[in-house]
C-alpha cells in the first residue's frame, strides 16, 4: 500500500469520525497524521523496517509510534 493509499484511509476515518460527532482532536490527529503521510518522500512501507526513521517522521508525537498508548482508550 503506497503512501497516498494509507493517507486517504486516514482521511476517510476522519471524515467517518466527524459524521459520527466524534473528539473533534482525534479527528484532527487523523487529518494531521494523513497530511504528515502524504508530504514524506519516502514510502511508509519501507520505513516500518527502521523504527527510528518512523520517530523521524514530523507532525506525529513519538510517544504514539513507540507501541505504548499516550491515552486511556475509550
Do not use: C
Not at 9 to 38: C, K, M, V
Not at 41 to 57: A, F, I
Amino acid at each position: 500500500m503506497d503512501n497516498k493509499a494509507i493517507a486517504g484511509l486516514l482521511y476517510e476515518t476522519a471524515d467517518l469520525l466527524e459524521i459520527d460527532g466524534q473528539d473533534p482532536f482525534r479527528i484532527r490527529s487523523y487529518r494531521n497524521a494523513a497530511q504528515a503521510i502524504e508530504n514524506l518522500s519516502q514510502q511508509v512501507s519501507e520505513l516500518v523496517s527502521e523504527p527510528k526513521k518512523l520517530l523521524e517522521v514530523p507532525g506525529k508525537p513519538a510517544g504514539n509510534l513507540q507501541g505504548g498508548a499516550t491515552h486511556a482508550p475509550r
